[in-house]
């Protein structure tokens, strides 16, 4: 299936880039975890177009294709912040809000937004693998691989898909090493870096993981929330586990819980056929005008 591409505009008039699938049917709203693109959405966002439905997957703040931000505002308040707009422009187009779909990073923000906002600016949320509490050791783990080659970049393509070879080493590796050259970017050095912002994780307004502050944020947002919701779990996560996953349904009793089996953190990477029919499940049977 082919996809437009197309731009949106975040809360302070950041360019974000966007790829769409579908052109009917309720708008659904892709966000990507941090360090990754949009382009990790386009099985599912395949999935959901022939359900019926729009599916836009958007490259965050910094990220992908998106602008980087040149004050490196890149705290979990200014991805929120860039999702409320990108999700009024969706309400404009189709005459409803979107279901958010958020993995990692984008459920943060899509929390957060949806927590803080004083209307409804979304239809139905989905956090993939992402509570209000984590391990902040696997935290650490995921941070420290998107950290080690940040800056020096690599030599090749190869050379790249070996250090993810390394820290996935559950993961079968790809025939093809086209998926994994949308996540990288060709410097004039000649060396190929992570296609995100370094200031995404060492600037001076960088996201703030492990904090108690975050972390209340986060709580108070999970507490606000009355729309339709599914927690999507890798029952392998680093960062989520079963107690977290407890916790956040204490917080937001009318979830609904999935545990996707044999994946771990990047759960549509790793099964994406558990995690994809979890999905269709759960907007099938979402009571809202369709």
């Given at each position: 299936m082919t996809s437009l591409h197309e731009s949106f505009r975040g809360a302070a008039g950041n360019r974000l880039a966007a790829d769409v699938f579908g052109d009917a049917g309720r708008p659904v709203l892709l966000?990507?975890?941090?360090?990754?693109?949009?382009?990790?959405?386009?099985?599912?966002?395949?999935?959901?177009?022939?359900?019926?439905?729009?599916?836009?997957?958007?490259?965050?703040?910094?990220?992908?294709?998106?602008?980087?931000v040149a004050d490196g505002a890149y705290r979990f308040k200014d991805f929120a912040d860039d999702i409320t707009a990108v999700a009024a422009e969706l309400t404009r187009r189709h005459g409803e809000p979107p279901v958010a779909i958020g993995a990692s990073l984008g459920g943060i923000a899509s929390l957060l937004a949806a927590g803080e906002a004083k209307d409804t600016i979304f239809a139905a949320l989905v956090l993939v693998d992402i509570t209000p509490r984590v391990d902040l050791a696997g935290v650490a783990k995921v941070q420290g691989f998107m950290r080690a080659h940040a800056r020096e970049g690599f030599g090749s393509i190869e050379e790249a898909a070996d250090?993810?070879?390394?820290?996935?080493?559950?993961?079968?590796?790809?025939?093809s090493q086209e998926g994994l050259k949308k996540n990288l970017r060709l410097h004039p050095d000649g060396r190929w870096r992570w296609h995100w912002d370094p200031k995404f994780l060492e600037g001076?307004?960088?996201?703030?993981?492990?904090?108690?502050?975050?972390?209340?944020?986060?709580?108070?947002?999970?507490?606000?929330?009355?729309?339709?919701?599914?927690?999507?779990?890798?029952?392998?996560?680093?960062?989520?586990?079963?107690?977290?996953?407890?916790?956040?349904l204490n917080l937001v009793p009318h979830a609904t819980y999935v545990d996707v089996t044999g994946a771990r953190h990047m759960v549509a990477g790793d099964r994406n056929d558990q995690f994809a029919n979890a999905i269709e499940s759960f907007l099938s049977g979402l009571k809202i005008p369709a």
């Open positions: 966000l990507h975890g941090g360090g990754q693109t949009r382009h990790a959405w386009r099985r599912t966002a395949v999935e959901i177009a022939r359900a019926g439905m729009t599916g836009y997957a958007v490259d965050q703040r910094g990220h992908g294709d998106s602008e980087w250090a993810v070879a390394a820290y996935l080493p559950h993961r079968p590796r790809p025939r001076n307004r960088r996201i703030g993981p492990g904090s108690a502050e975050v972390e209340q944020m986060l709580v108070d947002a999970a507490r606000r929330i009355t729309i339709p919701t599914l927690l999507v779990r890798g029952a392998s996560s680093e960062l989520v586990g079963e107690e977290h996953a407890k916790d956040f």
